[in-house]
C-alpha cells in the first residue's frame, strides 16, 4: 500500500515538473516530509531523485547545442567543491542526523520562500538587477559565477531545493543576453553534477531510502513526459503563479 502510495506522489511530482518545468525539488521534499519520513531522509533521497531525474535532459540540451559549457564548468567549479564541504562539515560536526535536523528544515523552509519570491517576481527582480549594465571583463562575471555556484551548492546540499530555480535566476541576472534555451539547458546541465555529487554525499550520511527512491522514480519518469505534453497548452505565467504560491505556503510553515 505504501509502495502505490509513494509511486502515485512520484508520479504527482514528476507531472508537475513537466508541467512548469520546475519544482522537482521544491515539491517532493515537502511531500515526503508530509508522508512522515525525517528532513535527512526526504532531503538526502529527493538529491538523489533530483539527480537521475535530471540526467536525461543535459543529453537533450547538449545534442541541441543549448547549453554553456564555459558557464557550467564555472558554477560548478564553486558549487561542488562547497557540496563537499557542506557534507562534510555534517558529517564531522555532528553526532547524527538528529543534530542537524533543525539546520535542514530551516534552510529548507527558506529556500522554499526564496524560490516562490523569485517566482512571483522573477520579470520584476531581472529589471531590477541585471547586470548586463554594469562594466565586468569576462573574468570578473566568471568569477561572480563561481561564488553564486558556491552559494547555491550549500543551500542545495542543505534543502534538495534551489538548483533549477534559483539556478536560472542567477544565470538571468548575470547573463541576461543568454537566450532562453541555453538558460534552461545550462541550467540543467549543472543541476544535475551538483544534486548527484550532494546526493551521493548523503548516500555517505546515510541519508538515502534506496526503497523509496527506486518507486518514486517509477511514477515520476512516465508522468514528466505526460506533463511535459499537457504543459504546451497551458499558460506559462498561471502555472508559475500557483506553483509560487504553494511553495510559499510550504516554506512559511518550515520557518516557522
Known amino acids: 500500500m505504501d509502495a502505490l502510495l509513494y509511486i502515485s506522489a512520484g508520479a504527482s511530482v514528476g507531472f508537475a515538473v513537466g508541467l512548469t518545468g ?9 511531500l515526503l516530509l508530509l508522508f512522515g519520513f525525517p528532513a535527512h531522509i526526504a532531503i538526502g533521497t529527493d538529491l538523489m531523485y533530483a539527480a537521475l531525474t535530471k540526467a536525461s535532459g543535459v543529453l537533450t540540451h547538449h545534442r541541441q547545442r543549448s547549453v554553456d559549457w564555459l558557464l557550467v ?18 558529517k564531522y560536526m555532528f553526532a547524527g542526523s538528529d543534530h542537524y535536523s533543525l539546520i535542514l528544515t530551516t534552510c529548507l523552509g527558506f529556500m522554499l520562500t526564496l524560490t516562490a519570491i523569485v517566482l512571483f ?18 573574468k570578473q ?39 532562453s534555451v541555453k538558460v534552461v539547458g545550462t541550467d540543467i546541465a549543472h543541476a544535475v553534477p551538483l544534486t548527484l555529487v550532494a546526493g551521493i554525499g548523503h548516500i555517505w550520511l546515510g541519508n538515502v531510502d534506496f526503497t523509496l527512491l527506486g518507486v518514486l522514480l517509477v511514477g515520476s519518469l512516465p508522468a514528466v513526459y505526460l506533463g511535459t505534453r499537457v504543459g504546451r497548452h497551458l499558460p506559462d505565467k498561471a502555472m508559475r503563479i500557483i506553483l509560487a504560491s504553494i511553495l510559499l505556503v510550504l516554506g512559511i510553515r518550515y520557518l516557522v
Open 73 to 90: 564548468k564555472a558554477m560548478c567549479a564553486g558549487s561542488i567543491p562547497a557540496t563537499i564541504a557542506t557534507i562534510v562539515i555534517l
Open 141 to 179: 562575471r566568471l568569477n561572480v559565477t563561481v561564488v553564486m555556484g558556491a552559494l547555491l551548492g550549500i543551500l542545495v546540499t542543505l534543502s534538495s531545493v534551489g538548483a533549477g530555480a534559483l539556478g536560472t535566476a542567477i544565470l538571468l541576472m548575470l547573463y541576461p543576453k543568454l537566450s
Open 121 to 138: 517576481f522573477r520579470n520584476r527582480l531581472l529589471s531590477i538587477t541585471s547586470v548586463d549594465n554594469v562594466q565586468w571583463s569576462d
Open 22 to 30: 520546475i519544482g522537482g525539488g521544491s515539491l517532493m521534499t515537502p
